[in-house]
């Protein structure tokens, strides 16, 4: 079984460009998240879909992050216009629950340099 | 709200010693505990959880974990370590029932010959 899989997996910008991260999940998990993992720092939940709704958005930048899961599959989380302190790691997960709990699968995670 | 503290940021430890990295969280509803372990350049990768029943759980390679609620604590420990278990370990804390998982900081585990 395929594990979740992210885009790309470096990136390095300049200031104020925009930049884009994929993640496409595991087949039949409805979960999705995006975590934000700063360097020695633990993963903070971004936003949370259950299938294409966006269930938890409140630590989401909206002035400068979006994202979006069409037909409830993979998504794509967009930073418009990136500064430095995005640098960052941008972690995807998904699960098969909603409601409950149960283990997150993780993404390698998509490592953002913004110089 | 939940919170997870991980009071060690890095343990260094020789091969084949014992090792505990500790794990505190606050919450004032029941919750469900993580240990996740992630590798340089990797995602995370659960350990093992606690979501009711026996407070000592096990996880995978060798790794067991103990909640105790009147301390509100969820330590890892793993009798004899290998190098290979050399890694950042991650608690982490979830409302019963709600899927959204809070993390510490992370302590990173340095075993060395």
């Known amino acids: 079984e395929a594990g979740v899989v992210q885009s790309p997996r470096y990136k390095i910008i300049e200031k104020k460009q925009p930049v884009a991260f994929w993640c496409n999940p595991i087949?039949?998990?409805?979960?999705l998240y995006w975590y934000l993992q700063n360097l020695g720092q633990g993963p903070e939940l971004l936003i949370r879909y259950e299938n294409e709704e966006a269930v938890d958005d409140s630590q989401l930048p909206k002035d400068r992050f979006s994202a979006e899961r069409l037909k409830g599959v993979d998504s794509t989380l967009k930073i418009q216009p990136a500064e430095l302190g995005d640098s960052a790691v941008y972690l995807c997960?998904?699960?098969?629950?909603?409601?409950?709990?149960?283990?997150?699968?993780f993404g390698e995670g998509s490592r953002l340099t913004v110089l | 709200a939940q919170s997870v503290t991980q009071l060690d940021s890095q343990v260094p430890v020789f091969e084949e010693a014992p090792v505990e990295l500790r794990c505190n969280y606050s919450?004032?509803?029941?919750?469900?505990l993580f240990w996740y372990v992630q590798y340089p350049n990797q995602g995370l990768q659960l350990l093992l959880k606690y979501l009711s029943g026996s407070t000592l759980v096990k996880g995978i390679n060798g790794f067991e974990a103990e909640f105790n609620k009147s301390q509100t604590s969820f330590h890892l420990r793993k009798p004899s370590v290998h190098i290979s278990d050399t890694a950042e370990y991650f608690c982490a804390v979830s409302p019963s029932g709600f899927q959204k998982l809070v993390f510490g900081t992370g302590t990173r585990l340095l075993v060395s010959p």
């Open positions: 919450s004032s509803v029941s919750v469900y």
């Open positions: 997960a998904s699960s098969p629950t909603t409601g409950g709990t149960g283990e997150l699968f």
């Open positions: 087949s039949g998990h409805n979960t």
